[in-house]
């Protein structure tokens, strides 16, 4: 079993940087794409950003490309959101997953049978 917890997050204004992380206890998630999707109570979730298990390739909804860098240390078994450039329609609650598929579409495999973070609420003013 795998556990995922979050920190990071907060409150910040528009155009500032908050960065999430995302550790893994239980088991490493060195073969596991990780991810983080968003979702605000009530709303669909949307995916964020996914990095693959080497690390080597990441990939990034169009809404946040240019703005998020998503990495990960396998050897401290974490993976990382750096957001920039925030906009106030980040304001979300942001959550981490790991997935264990060969075949996975990262932009929308993340599921219920994934291993999920606690969740961590990003707020952007005005």
């Known amino acids: 079993q795998i556990q995922l917890v979050q920190s990071g997050g907060g409150l910040v204004q528009a155009g500032g940087s908050l960065r999430l992380s995302c550790a893994a206890s239980g088991r490493t998630v060195s073969p596991y794409t990780m991810g983080w999707i968003r979702q605000v109570l009530g709303k669909e979730h949307e995916f964020v950003a996914a990095?693959?298990?080497?690390?080597?390739?990441?990939y990034y909804d169009d809404s946040v490309k240019g703005r998020f860098i998503i990495t990960r240390d396998n050897a401290e078994d974490t993976v990382y959101l750096q957001m920039n450039s925030l906009k106030p329609k980040d304001t979300d609650v942001y959550y981490c997953a790991a997935a264990l598929r060969a075949t996975m579409d990262p932009y929308t495999g993340f599921g219920a049978d994934d291993f999920w973070g606690q969740g961590s609420q990003v707020t952007v003013s005005e």
């Open positions: 990095v693959s298990w080497t690390g080597a390739t990441a």
